[in-house]
């Protein structure tokens, strides 16, 4: 397996709501196994409505540091699949294009600003701004 963190914490300077995600990634045919070991560091399933599906899963965590506590989203993904080079795409394009970094953080105010409360609401509301940027940006 191989880690790439991804989302807004990867991005310098950008805002984001603290949760670090990251991108676990596994060779084609070794899904099992990046589960167990996700399982055994004390990792747990997701929850609440609307949860990614076990053949691709998404693990929740925690850590301490700094004296805060920092959710983790661990994205279990094939390495080197379109969803793998589409999260490294989007995050470097914003790593490397200020204006797209602070395009993407006024989406996401107005998104809040709306009334939008629940997170899987927010995350949906995100993909239109996240699919335009991939479409346009980021070639797979």
Known sequence: MLVDHIGSTSVPRCCGKGVI???????????????????ALGFQRQR??????????MREGSIAALGSTFNIHAHVIVR????????????????????LRRAYETEKRRILDSGTTDSLEYCYAKGDFITRTLETVVKS
């Open 21 to 39: 995600d990251l991108a676990i990634t596994y060779l084609e045919g070794d899904l099992e196994i990046a589960k167990a070991a996700l399982d």
């Open 48 to 57: 609440g409505r609307d949860p990614f599906p076990e053949t691709r899963p």
């Open 80 to 99: 080197d699949g379109q969803e793998h080079r589409e999260l490294l795409g989007f995050r470097d394009a914003l790593r490397s294009d200020p204006a």
